[in-house]
């Protein structure tokens, strides 16, 4: 999904397979890295930022994330010149564990915002 869509439009089918966007916010192409601190056990795991939009974000890694569906994560993303400190629970896991859905969870207002000014810039960089 493109920026110029409205939030009207997030319900329209995709171009690939008919298939209708889920997502309540547009997402932004990867630019950056992600660390994901796994709690309880505190393990740190460096990640490639997939995708991110204000409700989450996909991430990969170069071997297996040590964690599962449902784990509490907290999530450092680095992009560009911000970094951006996020509370979020993994939704999903994908291709030998190697890529993880993430949900950010507690997301006040500022932290929404400061997200969706990150996604508009990279959409203008990428223009």
Known sequence: MDSSQSDSEQGAPAAEGGAKERRAYPRA????????????????VLCYLVDLGVGGCHVEADAAIPASDNAHVEVLLQLKDSTLRLAGVIRHMEENQTR??????????????????????LFAESE
């Open 29 to 44: 192409d990867n630019w950056g890295t992600a660390w994901l601190g796994i709690f309880p056990e505190g393990t740190k």
């Open 100 to 121: 993880a859905g993430v949900e950010f969870t507690d997301l006040s207002p500022r932290k929404a915002e400061q997200i969706q000014r990150l996604i508009d810039h």
